[in-house]
């Protein structure tokens, strides 16, 4: 079993950044991949950002040149650095983890872009 939790979220005004972190621990295995991913009211759950243990890299195209997925496999944390928000990036971000052919989600963290 693996267990995720995330934090930094919060309040941002349009223009700023904001960095929110993944720590997972439990029964994490090489390969796997972290991912972010959001979810706005009303709207599916997208994927943001996902990173292999390789170091390989994936974004959406509405986040390109904008956010930022980086990991430390010391110590099993992932984090997701975004700048230039915009009031559309407001949503639930939820950490994700593919291990062993196995999903895990973590419980979100609302990240709200507003002036």
């Known amino acids: 079993q693996v267990q995720l939790v995330e934090s930094g979220g919060g309040l941002v005004q349009p223009g700023g950044s904001l960095r929110v972190s993944c720590e997972a621990s439990g029964s994490i295995f090489s390969p796997n991949v972290l991912a972010w991913y959001r979810q706005a009211p009303g709207k599916q759950r997208e994927l943001v950002a996902s990173i292999s243990s390789g170091g390989s890299t994936n974004y959406a195209n509405s986040v390109k040149g904008r956010f930022t997925i980086s990991r430390d496999n010391a110590k099993n944390t992932v984090y997701l650095q975004m700048n230039s928000l915009k009031s559309e990036d407001t949503a639930v971000y939820y950490c994700?983890?593919?291990?062993?052919?196995?999903?895990?989600w973590g419980q979100g963290t609302q990240v709200t872009v507003s002036s």
């Open positions: 994700n983890a593919f291990i062993n052919a196995r999903l895990f």
